[in-house]
């Protein structure tokens, strides 16, 4: 649970809303074929459920001592595009829409490109 404070008084967000926000805003930028989990718990989570929820591959923190959230993709691209261009795109589009829609500042975005897949 993230807790922002304003002049109007304070907002909640859950971690779930939040990875899913940022889920749905990395899948849908072009070249990203799926997210892949991000650890242990959400490998386990996808192989028992066999679903591939849309938080997936997605992991927030915040530092302690920061106001700033750091944000960890794991995803699997395309074969045969730029994967420079993709996860460049991926930053720039999750930043924006985190900033935008929650108000929270990013201090870091890291998109570790776990694979490549023809499709």
């Known amino acids: 649970m993230l807790k922002i404070d304003?002049?109007?008084g304070s907002i909640e967000l859950t971690s779930g809303?939040?990875?899913a926000l940022i889920g749905h805003t990395a899948t849908s930028c072009f070249g990203v074929v799926r997210m892949n989990p991000a650890g242990a718990g959400q490998g386990v989570k996808t192989t028992?459920?066999?679903?591939d929820p849309i938080d997936n591959?997605?992991?927030v923190s915040v530092p302690k001592g920061s106001k700033q959230?750091?944000?960890d993709l794991h995803i699997t691209v395309m074969y045969g595009v730029n994967v420079a261009a993709i996860t460049d795109s991926i930053?720039?589009?999750v930043r924006y829409v985190v900033e935008s829609e929650t108000g929270l500042s990013v201090k870091n975005i890291n998109v570790f490109v776990d694979g490549m897949e023809n499709n």
């Open 48 to 51: 028992v459920f066999k679903s």
């Open 17 to 19: 809303y939040l990875s």
């Open 69 to 71: 959230v750091v944000i």
């Open 91 to 93: 930053m720039n589009k």
């Open 6 to 8: 304003t002049h109007l």
């Open 57 to 59: 591959g997605v992991r």
